[in-house]
């Protein structure tokens, strides 16, 4: 959170103007750059709004978590207040989201949604958006996850009237998520009454609260059964909930009207479109909409089709590559789902493609022809290879060749790396991938770091956490050789070898060996601790803590990293790959195998003085930061 203190102390500090500059001061040292405008202003004029509120209703005793961060993602809400509930006695939080709208329109065909002017696409209506953080911090925040009942939300639009808001509050349910205006605030200061105690003051609860353990991330394939056969298993927030609303949204417009729209979904890594991707598959095959799912990552396929379709055929079914539909009838799909959408090539044909097939049709005009609601996740900034055109453009560009509506979602919030942004430019900065040379860590509660002085020290930490039932792997640079798969019943060779600790890297095939599963499988089993990953079959997965052994590849030499391309043993690389193409990718490498973590990364160089600044940068070894 960026600040915290009593209700009483917070109307103090906003007039006389120094909360904003803790604010302003508090967010700089925690992501690297100063607010926005918006942002500031959105301080400046909300929280005193709010602040007033709470001593009015005699609750200056409350206390007052300003811009709180959510649990393993980069989500604030806007205020947790905490306190004691009067009848109970237990602890009780308020989730506040403070809007400036003055005026909001309700979508015409899903109230969870509405338009604001200063919006170009929907968003998410206050009062949903406020539900689903209190559900998110539920199922996270281990203060509270056994007790959700102490938490409620309130969305606070304090420039609006009643007016201004007809029709947002037809999702008002159970009580639990409610929005008040400023003609209303007398109902908001009788709400916050009936939650809060005036008799007792909120620290105490404040930091329960707040020293709630993080619950392990839930992981997108080990619940991927249930999400695709019985219930949703993750909360989306704000943007991620507003694009699976457009989706089936549009899915049911194209029902009734018999006409197709496609919809784009871009974001960065970590942003939640697989997520988002899967929650939809899941919804859509319970209503029993015709929808499949495809990727161009053989990797990923097969592991949703292992995972997701254990043992229910029809479940793998689901599961298809982008060159599945060259003779697939037009519009015999409700939806098609393309995750990793920017991996679309040029055709589907390739040198096993029957002559009859060959028809020379592009696959972006072939995924859009099978379905009446076409649905692409995509990072647009994503470097396309030759071969490859998934962009925004080339989407758009198909769907107006057909007259085809086409809409467009972005996702900005990043879920990866326990959502830290800090840990994120850390790691960047620390590889020389952006320019300012690399910086000493600076913790910021949502990411753990650590360096050990051994594999066997690595090895041991993360065994730790997972008898607390984190999920744990230790990936490495490919700087060791890769022996042949050995026969079943035969012990996996140890080619990973430092000093007098070895393991084996993690299967190349699709099949379990001698107690290993396959590749594809690697990052989700819980037997995969025992192979050291490449970045081949990390990328794309995510674990709760990240080993990382960095190899000879990358090295410190005095004030710089210093690449060598004979130390690895990437195929990728050939004799004719340039210099400074190998020095970039064996960087990437490494940032890759840097961001798997969603709660912490332990990290080991094999080269003692590549150790000693990992050290210096990192802020001491395991050991002495956690004990094991």
């Not at 969870?112 to 929907?122: E, K, S």
């Not at 979602?409 to 990043?414: G, N």
């Not at 050789?481 to 000093?499: F, N, R, T, Y």
């Not at 001698?514 to 990390?538: E, I, N, R």
């Amino acid at each position: 959170m960026l600040f915290r203190a009593s209700a009483k102390t917070v109307a103090v500090m906003a007039l006389d103007g120094s909360l904003f500059l803790h604010l302003t001061d508090n967010f700089v040292h925690m992501h690297g750059y100063r607010p926005g405008t918006s942002e500031a202003r959105s301080w400046e004029r909300s929280i005193p709004a709010l602040a007033a509120a709470l001593n009015d209703a005699g609750l200056g005793d409350v206390e007052v978590m300003l811009e709180y961060s959510l649990p393993l993602n980069s989500k604030r809400a806007d205020v947790v207040l905490a306190g004691v509930h009067p009848v109970t006695g237990e602890p009780s939080y308020v989730v506040v989201e403070l809007k400036q709208w003055s005026q909001v329109l309700p979508h015409e065909d899903d109230p969870t949604l509405c338009h604001v002017d200063a919006y170009a696409h929907p968003v998410l209506n206050p009062i949903e958006q406020v539900r689903r953080y209190c559900e998110y911090l539920v199922n996270f925040n281990g203060a509270v996850s056994e007790h959700g009942h102490r938490v409620a939300g309130v969305a606070f639009l304090h420039n609006a009237t009643e007016f201004g808001v007809a029709g947002l509050r037809e999702i008002e349910r159970d009580g639990k998520s409610l929005l008040f205006t400023a003609e209303r605030r007398g109902a908001l200061l009788d709400h916050l009454r009936t939650r809060l105690s005036d008799k007792h003051p909120g620290v105490h609860a404040a930091d329960e609260f707040h020293a709630g353990v993080t619950a392990p991330s839930k992981q997108l394939m080990s619940v991927a059964a249930e999400e695709v056969r019985e219930r949703t298993q993750f909360v989306l927030l704000d943007e991620q909930q507003v694009a699976y609303r457009m989706v089936l949204n549009a899915v049911e417009k194209a029902k009734r009207a018999d006409r197709k729209e496609v919809v784009i979904v871009t974001g960065g890594p970590g942003t939640g479109k697989s997520v988002i991707a899967l929650q939809l598959l899941g919804e859509l095959y319970r209503r029993g909409v015709s929808a499949l799912h495809a990727t161009g990552s053989q990797s990923f396929t097969k592991t949703m089709r292992k995972v997701a379709g254990a043992r229910k055929r029809e479940v793998q079914d689901l599961f298809k590559y982008f060159n599945s539909f060259m003779a697939a009838e037009k519009n015999s799909l409700g939806a098609l789902i393309c995750d990793e959408a920017h991996r679309i090539r040029e055709t589907s044909a390739n040198r096993y493609t029957r002559a009859a097939h060959r028809t020379g049709r592009a696959q972006i005009d072939e995924l859009i022809d099978v379905a009446y609601v076409p649905v692409f996740f995509l990072d647009e900034h994503q470097v396309v290879p030759p071969g490859e055109m998934g962009t925004v453009a080339e989407i758009k560009a198909a769907a107006a060749k057909r007259g085809i509506p086409c809409h467009v979602v972005p996702l900005d919030s990043q879920f990866r790396c326990g959502g830290s942004d800090a840990y994120l430019r850390w790691v960047v900065r620390l590889l020389g991938l952006e320019p300012g040379g690399p910086v000493v860590w600076d913790p910021d509660d949502r990411m753990r770091l650590l360096v050990a002085d051994s594999p066997q020290e690595m090895e041991a930490f993360l065994q730790a956490r997972r008898t607390q039932n984190y999920g744990a792997r230790i990936s490495a640079g490919y700087c060791w050789p890769w022996s042949p798969e050995p026969k079943p019943g035969e012990p996996l060779a140890p080619d990973v070898v430092i000093g007098d600790w070895a393991r084996p890297w993690n299967l190349r095939g699709d099949r379990s060996v001698s107690g290993a599963p396959p590749a594809a499988l690697w990052a989700t089993d819980p037997a995969g601790f025992g192979q050291v990953g490449c970045v081949y079959t990390a990328q794309g997965f995510e674990y709760d803590w990240s080993g990382v052994i960095i190899g000879p590849d990358l090295v410190w030499r005095g004030d710089r990293w210093v690449t060598d391309r004979t130390a690895s043993k990437d195929p990728v690389f050939k004799k004719s790959t340039p210099d400074t193409d190998v020095d970039r990718l064996i960087r990437n490498t490494y940032k890759v195998l840097l961001t798997r973590g969603m709660v912490g990364t332990i990290v080991y160089s094999t080269d003692p003085e590549t150790r000693l600044k990992l050290r210096e940068l990192a802020g001491g070894p395991a050991r002495d930061a956690v004990p094991a």
